[in-house]
Nanobody, 115 residues
Framework: QVQLVESGGDLVQPGGSLRLSCAVL????????MSWIRQAPGKGLEWVSA????????FYAESVKGRFTISRDNADNALLLQMGSLKPEDAAVYFC????????WGQGAQVTVSS
């Protein structure tokens, strides 16, 4: 059974940075295409970023391109999302998902961007 556990959510000021982590339990992070998906209050799910299982291709939504970086920590078996130049519209619950069909989901990490 694959479990994903996000951490790192916090309150940050506009323009600030934050790093989210998603620990993969019961499997390895390099077994799947891994994605970050977010949901802002009162809105639907928005795909943010993905990294393929080989770790050599990354993909970003236009809204975060150039500000967010997805990566893997194979030693810690975790997916990471480095977020910079944060905007109020980045505030959301951030979920990590494993599999190209988003077969497994974490419980989410709350990111609040406010002064």
């Amino acid at each position: 059974q694959v479990q994903l556990v996000e951490s790192g959510g916090d309150l940050v000021q506009p323009g600030g940075s934050l790093r989210l982590s998603c620990a993969v339990l019961g499997s390895t992070v390099n077994s799947y295409t891994m994605s970050w998906i977010r949901q802002a209050p009162g809105k639907g799910l928005e795909w943010v970023s993905a990294i393929n299982s080989h770790g050599d291709s990354t993909f970003y939504a236009e809204s975060v391109k150039g500000r967010f970086t997805i990566s893997r920590d194979n030693a810690d078996n975790a997916l990471l999302l480095q977020m910079g130049s944060l905007k109020p519209e980045d505030a959301a619950v951030y979920f990590c998902a494993a599999g190209w069909r988003y077969d497994y989901w974490g419980q989410g990490a709350q990111v609040t961007v406010s002064s």
